[in-house]
């Protein structure tokens, strides 16, 4: 079982600029001690939800815009009020979240990123990345390339997200409904110098979609064991009107597990302390890679960690995937 550490991606922290960190140009420079975020970051995904908000404009109730990379929906006729300045009573504009480019990078899922056949990126991460994780995923290939400045093309990989699960026969591979596994990780890419890493999500004729996209560098907490439970919480509602009636509003639902794991006995004061330190941040559980469904991105609810024996010690985790 690995857990996924996030590289912070924000807009503040992007620098939408070309890349110098190609094999032979000068090396990527990182302070010690620099915060964990990403160095420089390039896209295909068009930052144009909107017209920017002016201060000049007079905008009637319903008119959208967008400012500092988020997206706003004016609920008064109004002039000269930033929708990100000091909330009003009653409120001037709703917070309709982050724009299309930065959705994949909020840390919710059912934010998605879409664009036109694919969606693209360059990364400089500024640090060793050795992971990436997709979640809300809608495409027909993944393509990574990772570019060390100093060995040049150090990893190069196309994989595609489409799941295989109940593909038993020739009759059911060509006629079976094609299926994509919305959550999907890619492990042990080479830790190069800080590099580049490239990105592609491609769904020729159609949207390409990422509802979360996680870089960073995965630690091991030990072996996922059988016994380990999945299901989801579902937020919907079902109630019945005066009449008996069944009224549905269907809402999104978050995934969940309690993973038992085995680790080795010298490492339990190990997975204590990183457990411990990361007990109030997202991150990427995954139980086994090649099943879906023991990949969640969220929060851990508790952990227990009984030492059973001088070599292998029980541990039971109780994960809360985002929604």
């Given at each position: 079982m690995r857990i996924i550490e996030p590289v912070e991606i924000a807009p503040g922290m992007a620098v939408m600029e070309a890349f110098l960190v190609e094999p032979n140009a000068e090396p990527l420079v990182v302070q010690v001690g620099q915060a964990f975020q990403v160095a420089s970051l390039l896209t295909n995904v068009p930052e144009a939800d909107y017209d920017v908000w002016v201060s000049s404009k007079d905008y009637a109730i319903g008119d959208r815009v967008m400012l500092e990379h988020r997206t706003y929906e004016a609920l008064v006729?109004?002039?000269?009020?930033?929708?990100?300045g000091t909330a009003t009573d009653p409120p001037t504009w709703l917070d309709l979240g982050?724009?299309?480019?930065?959705?994949?990078?909020d840390d919710k899922i059912g934010t998605v990123t879409t664009n036109p056949e694919s969606i693209s990126l360059t990364i400089a991460p500024g640090r060793a990345v050795d992971s990436l994780a997709f979640f809300g995923l809608d495409?027909?290939?993944?393509?990574?390339?990772?570019?060390?400045?100093?060995?040049?093309i150090v990893y190069e990989s196309?994989?595609?997200?489409v799941s295989t699960d109940g593909i038993n026969?020739?009759?059911?591979?060509?006629?079976?409904p094609?299926?994509?596994?919305?959550?999907?990780?890619?492990?042990d890419v080479p830790v190069g110098s800080y590099g580049s890493i490239e990105i592609k999500v491609a769904k020729p004729a159609g949207i390409a979609k990422v509802g979360a996209l996680i870089l960073g560098k995965a630690a091991v907490l030990g072996e996922a064991l059988y016994g380990t439970s999945v299901g989801i919480t579902d937020y919907s509602r079902?109630?019945?009107?005066?009449?008996?009636?069944?009224?549905?509003?269907?809402r999104d639902y978050s995934k969940r597990a309690d993973f038992d794991v085995m680790v080795p006995t010298?490492?339990?004061?190990?997975?204590?302390?990183?457990?411990?330190?990361?007990?109030?941040?997202?991150?990427?559980?995954i139980g086994e890679a090649s099943f879906q469904s023991t990949i969640l991105y969220g929060y851990y609810k508790e952990f227990n960690l009984v030492i059973s024996g001088p070599t292998a010690s029980d541990c039971s985790i109780s994960v809360e995937g985002l929604i």
């Open positions: 006729a109004n002039n000269n009020k930033a929708p990100s982050p724009t299309n480019r930065w959705r994949m990078f495409a027909a290939s993944i393509y990574v390339r990772v570019v060390d400045p100093y060995q040049g196309s994989v595609s997200p026969d020739w009759y059911e591979y060509f006629f079976a094609v299926e994509v596994n919305e959550d999907f990780v890619l492990l079902k109630d019945r009107d005066d009449f008996g009636n069944t009224v549905i509003v269907e010298s490492m339990v004061s190990q997975v204590q302390r990183l457990l411990s330190k990361h007990r109030a941040r997202p991150l990427v559980w």
